[in-house]
């Protein structure tokens, strides 16, 4: 069985700065990737950034980053120049092995809200 | 390009009801996944298509839950004898066998509220 933890339900975080939104996760299967994803007040998610299980280098897109830690079973995100608009619910999620049908697992989520 | 849909985004029926969702995916894409996502948790996996085929169900998805990809496109789920639990944000994603990490798209949702 796989399990994302996201220990911050809530983050504050002053515009312009950077934040790091934490991630954990358990599986058993060799290969798997994780993802996370936005969710704005309207409800829609939001791909942000992928990590494959294999990926030796971390991911990067745009403004976010992801530090992959596979020692530590950590994936988390780092949004750098915050800005008011990346106020939201953060997922993390894990999905299962393509073969296996790919089907996520997601964390609880954390709420970011940024300062001005 | 279009993204995925669904249909309708809110929805209010009382308990005991049925009804549907409707979901129109990527058009290129051949998974289409349902998830339910309760007030302040992270969405949950209910089901999945391979094109036409349903090849896993999970168990949340009760007998009163029904999920159909009939040409391989849309999808649609249909709760029967609605109950006030049902209330949820019911999500639809989909994906592509072919792109290396398949990555799931989502659409906007649609919210059921059952009185």
């Known amino acids: 069985a796989q399990k994302i933890t996201q220990t911050q339900p809530g983050m504050f975080v002053q515009e312009k700065e950077a934040v790091t939104l934490d991630c954990t996760y358990d599986?058993?299967?060799?290969?798997?990737?994780l993802f996370w994803y936005k969710q704005p007040s309207s409800g829609e998610m939001i791909f942000l950034i992928y990590?494959?299980?294999?990926?030796?280098q971390n991911a990067t897109e745009g403004r976010y980053s992801l530090n992959f830690q596979k020692a530590r079973k950590s994936a988390n995100l780092v949004i750098s120049a915050s800005q008011l608009g990346d106020s939201a619910m953060y997922f993390c999620?894990?999905?299962?092995?393509?073969?296996?049908?790919?089907?996520?697992?997601f964390g609880g989520g954390t709420r970011l809200m940024v300062k001005p | 390009d279009t993204g995925v849909s669904q249909n309708p985004r809110h929805k209010i029926t009382k308990r005991g009801q049925n009804v549907t969702f409707r979901c129109d995916p990527i058009s290129e894409h051949n998974r289409l996944y349902w998830y339910r996502q309760t007030l302040g948790q992270g969405p949950e996996f209910l089901t999945y298509?391979?094109?036409?085929?349903?090849?896993?169900k999970s168990r949340l998805l009760s007998d009163r839950f029904s999920a159909e990809r009939p040409k391989g496109s849309f999808s649609t789920l249909e709760i029967q004898r609605t109950e006030q639990g049902d209330s949820a944000m019911y999500l639809c994603?989909?994906?592509?066998?072919?792109?290396?990490?398949?990555?799931?798209?989502f659409g906007p949702g649609t919210r059921l509220l059952v009185l």
């Open positions: 599986t058993s299967d060799p290969s798997y990737g």
């Open positions: 298509f391979q094109n036409e085929a349903q090849l896993e």
């Open positions: 999620a894990m999905s299962r092995p393509k073969n296996a049908g790919n089907m996520l697992t």
């Open positions: 990590q494959g299980s294999y990926d030796q």
């Open positions: 994603a989909s994906s592509w066998t072919g792109s290396p990490q398949e990555t799931q798209y």
